[in-house]
């Protein structure tokens, strides 16, 4: 009986582990591509698998935005912040 139990416990606490190895959008794949914009702006693409999955626009004058793309995939929605999980330290800023 305690063989069973132990058994149990062992396959209970192993079943999310495939649930974490399954992660097809990892974020520290993306590939960056940066590239001039039509208006002057600076535009950082993040890829994953060859799908934009985050584009940051870094404008002449004002502050950094980010476009993500929306649910149906078309068009883009404007968020202030990131929603990628990749480390983006500052190393020096002058």
Sequence with gaps: MKA?????LTLLALAPLPLLAADPANPKD???TIRPGDSG???HEYRI?????EIKVVP???????????????????????QLLIPKW???RW
Excluded: M, T, W
């Excluded at 698998?49 to 999955?53: A, K, L």
């Design 4 to 8: 069973i139990h132990a058994l149990l």
């Design 30 to 32: 993306a590939e960056v």
């Design 41 to 43: 702006e600076v535009l």
């Design 49 to 53: 698998n060859g799908q934009i999955i």
């Design 60 to 82: 002449k004058i004002g502050k950094p935005y980010y476009l993500v793309p929306a649910e149906g995939g078309e068009g883009y929605i404007r968020l202030d912040r990131s």
């Design 90 to 92: 500052i190393l020096f």
